[in-house]
């Protein structure tokens, strides 16, 4: 969920733009909506949007919540690998699409939901114990659930999707 910078990716891979705006006015004009009252999920890759889009969109969304996200690729060999590739070796451009940064530097303004499989075959990269720290240290309102028996499948995420439409349908209801 970066606008790449970096040849080859820098022409066509905008999708910063794409989920931020282009996605967001197509359900407008399209959908009978109040684009006022958002709120933003995703798993995985999908759950690192949802976070860094909440963080540096203050005001935009109401409620965040994620599966399984990559809170922290700016530590991680993976993650290094991919920010270099889309927006160059500066890591000071990289915080802003790092969860776990983001929360130390800006937090969100209400609570956040995050629920993470112990058995995730992806933990080294996902780095939740990095994200935990952040939401400490930050004293961020949020619940950090760590699944027993869970992986990062969409059964994990079906399993806990109530939860999570319920956290949105709560913040949402109190506008």
């Known amino acids: ?36 009252r958002q709120a933003i999920t995703g798993h995985s890759m999908g759950g690192h949007g949802a976070l860094t889009l909440a963080m540096n969109l203050p005001g935009r969304f109401v409620s965040v919540s994620a599966f399984a996200p990559i809170v922290n690729p700016m ?14 070796s500066d890591r000071e451009k990289w915080a802003a699409q790092d969860a776990s ?21 992806f933990l080294d990269l996902l780095r939740p114990a990095a994200l935990a720290i952040a939401i400490a240290e930050k004293a961020q309102p949020a619940t950090l659930r760590i699944q027993a028996g869970y992986d990062h499948s969409y059964f994990f995420v079906a399993s806990f999707m109530e939860d999570h439409i319920m956290h949105h349908a709560d913040a949402l209801q109190a506008l």
């Open 1 to 36: 969920y970066v606008n790449a910078t970096q040849d080859p990716w820098a022409k066509n891979f905008q999708m910063w733009d794409y989920i931020a705006e282009e996605l967001p006015a197509l359900i407008g004009a399209n959908f009978a909506i109040d684009m006022e």
């Open 75 to 88: 530590d991680s060999d993976w993650g290094q690998k991919q920010l270099t590739a889309y927006l160059g």
């Open 101 to 121: 940064k983001l929360i130390a530097a800006k937090g969100f303004h209400s609570h956040i939901l995050i629920d993470q499989g112990a058995n995730d075959q």
